[in-house]
């Protein structure tokens, strides 16, 4: 399989590359290392340099470096000058520099790392570490007292379900990655991390199990992810947009979840994911069209029951997509293709409106989307009032003044209620911008344009991919095997984890 096209590479060049031009070593001269701090930070207030001596080292002068506001002072208190301060008489180094001793046999906490580099200081520093110096010495001790302020395990607001775990991720990526491993335990679960934002050094870990994600598709993952060069990541769209295929393109080629239990899933079917630290959405890739109706509630239910669920979501997609240009289609180029007590109704109410029947439609779901977003920008409590009660009196208030017929106001009201049945935030959003292409191509050509419409998307579609994979799959190309988990949901026992366009033929 040919797995990924050829493209310009995405970069955006930074404004600011903040390059030390110093050398990277330690100074062994305590004053000479807090003047290389004090040049490289400024003098900032929340840097507190700690300077004391070690009484049963031959009194030796330590200096302990770290920032106020993102580490915890008991445990630095607890874990590094406690047992500094406890130090038997006549300490012994075994022929070993004094900070490799100091790890080994003094320092009691977990993550304690032997740095030689400056740079690396500077950066150990801004992660929440506390730096220990010696007199003398060239080396130093990196050692994690981070203490980040985050927001506790909640459940995911934009992923809700009647029955399945309740747990959603936060902006903490080591909390992130704890509950991928509590569902995932297995030694051939990895998690690879790397800072991406020359300056806001942002943590970026990639998420596979080995043996089951393709090694092709991790290998370009890992590429596209080192190719970007840009100040600051502070969101999981920045990294979506520039690793995705393709950027002109109204359906979203990285999926998205907030859901443990999604992202393990999405994991087990052969995927990776990338968890960004800050924010509560992993991204997932590859992505297949099919996969944004799919909800985590279909594999908690009945296999009836989901494929029911199913398929009332592709009908809806349809009714969003199709009925207003439908109404439009009939209404002004296909009049004879309507009953004729129905076609009565519509030219009685139709009547007195001055507008044509694509005016009519535009006016009406350009308003609709109007208090849409009205709704969600505006505070939960007065938010759902201002959206439900503006379309009522709108609504009402545009029949009555002649502006709008009464059936064109039931059109909209269909069509924005089965918009909200698509699970896919990302692909609803793109659904309702199409839809106001095909009202366009079915106001100048009627049915014929709609037909066009409806080709140039699906045509559209068979030209994507998501990082190798057919954005179609398994549909086009068709996989009789993995349509067992498309349009309807089988039993689990006549389907396997993984889906075949995801597949290697030799599995370990």
């Not at 080292?57 to 506001?69: G, P, Q, T, W």
């Not at 994600?213 to 590429?223: L, W």
């Not at 999926?255 to 999405?266: F, K, Y």
């Not at 998307?457 to 190309?477: A, D, E, K, N, T």
């Amino acid at each position: 399989m040919k797995f990924f096209k050829k493209g310009k590479a995405k970069f955006v060049i930074c404004k600011d590359q903040n390059v030390n031009s110093r050398d990277s070593f330690i100074n062994p001269s305590l004053e000479e290392v807090k003047a290389a701090f004090d040049d490289h930070f400024g003098h900032q207030n929340d840097i507190i340099y700690r300077n004391f001596i070690i009484q049963n080292m031959n009194d030796h002068k330590a200096m302990l470096v770290f920032m106020r506001d993102i580490t915890n002072q008991d445990w630095i208190s607890q874990q590094i000058i406690t047992p500094l301060s406890e130090i038997e008489m006549k300490h012994q180094y075994h022929g070993k520099s004094i900070t490799t001793s100091l790890k080994e046999r003094v320092l009691t906490t977990g993550d304690v790392v032997v740095v030689d580099d400056l740079v690396k200081a500077f950066d150990d520093l801004l992660s929440g570490k506390a730096i220990l110096f010696l007199e003398n010495e060239i080396s130093a001790l990196s050692i994690s007292v981070s203490d980040w302020e985050s927001r506790s395990v909640e459940e995911p607001t934009s992923q809700t379900v009647v029955r399945g775990p309740r747990e959603g991720f936060t902006e903490s990526l080591s909390k992130n990655k704890a509950l991928l491993r509590k569902r995932i335990q297995s030694h051939r679960f990895r998690i690879e991390t790397s800072k991406v934002g020359e300056i806001t050094q942002t943590n970026v870990s990639i998420a596979f199990i080995e043996g089951i994600a393709d090694k092709d598709i991790i290998k370009e993952v890992k590429r596209r992810i080192n190719e970007i060069h840009i100040d600051g990541v502070l969101e999981s769209n920045n990294i979506e947009e520039l690793i995705q295929d393709q950027t002109f393109t109204p359906f979203p080629t990285v999926a998205n979840s907030e859901r443990p239990d999604v992202v393990a899933a999405a994991l087990l079917e052969g995927r990776v994911a990338i968890l960004v630290d800050g924010t509560p959405f992993v991204l997932m890739v590859p992505v297949v069209f099919i996969q944004f109706f799919q909800t985590p509630e279909d594999y908690s239910s009945r296999a009836m029951e989901a494929s029911f669920l199913r398929i009332l979501r592709h009908a809806s997609l349809l009714i969003t997509l199709l009925v207003p240009s439908i109404y439009i289609a009939l209404t002004t180029f296909h009049q004879e293709m309507i009953p004729p007590k129905l076609l009565t109704g519509l030219a009685a109410q139709r009547e007195g409106v001055p507008f044509s029947a694509f005016v009519e439609a535009l006016f009406m779901e350009v308003t609709f989307e109007i208090l849409r977003e009205a709704g969600i920008r505006m505070p939960k409590s007065v938010g759902q009032a201002v959206s439900v009660v503006g379309a009522i009196v709108i609504g009402q208030a545009a029949v009555e003044a002649d502006f709008v017929s009464a059936a064109m106001v039931i059109v909209v009201s269909v069509t924005a209620i089965a918009s909200f049945v698509m699970p896919s935030y990302n692909l609803g959003n793109s659904v309702r911008m199409l839809r106001f292409f095909i009202m366009v191509c079915a106001a100048a050509l009627g049915f014929f344009g709609i037909i066009l419409g409806l080709f140039s998307i699906i045509v559209h579609l068979c030209s994507l991919r998501s990082f190798g994979v057919p954005y179609m799959s398994p549909m086009g190309p068709f996989n009789l095997k993995d349509q067992k988990d498309t349009f309807v949901r089988m039993p689990r026992n006549t389907f396997s984890s993984k889906s075949e366009f995801l597949r290697k033929q030799t599995r370990q």
